[in-house]
């Protein structure tokens, strides 16, 4: 049940990525779990800070449908402050980011610490 879409991240300089080697689709459903279980947030303040890390900010026709997406799987909620609509996850959401999270340190873990060493012997 659990859903991911981001386009692509960046290289290590903010940059877009081209070509398939950097092109790792699926990604916004997880990295908004990973968020939102740092604290509650917007879908501004998901934005940005998805910005920061891809090196531009998903348009509010990707973080929405994305937002609303989480909410009918429910795995997050809203809850309305002033204008804005601020996220958390709910305890399924919790599991998922768990269960997701798990899953990325298993597929991918060998792949960072294998990485991190080469980059401490050059």
Wanted: charged share 30%.
């Amino acid at each position: 049940m659990f859903l991911m879409d981001l386009d692509a991240f960046p290289a290590m300089d903010g940059k877009q990525c081209a070509g398939a080697p950097c092109d790792m689709r699926g990604f916004l459903s997880f990295f908004t779990l990973w968020l939102l279980n740092q604290k509650p947030r917007s879908g501004k303040d998901i934005a940005e800070e998805i910005g920061k890390k891809k090196g531009e900010c998903p348009k509010s026709g990707t973080i929405y449908p994305a937002l609303k997406n989480l909410k009918e799987h429910g795995l997050i909620q809203g809850k309305r402050d002033g204008k804005e609509i601020v996220y958390s996850l709910t305890a399924d959401g919790k599991r998922a980011y768990e269960n997701a999270f798990n899953f990325f340190v298993k597929a991918y873990g060998e792949i960072v610490q294998g990485h991190e060493a080469a980059r401490k012997k050059n």
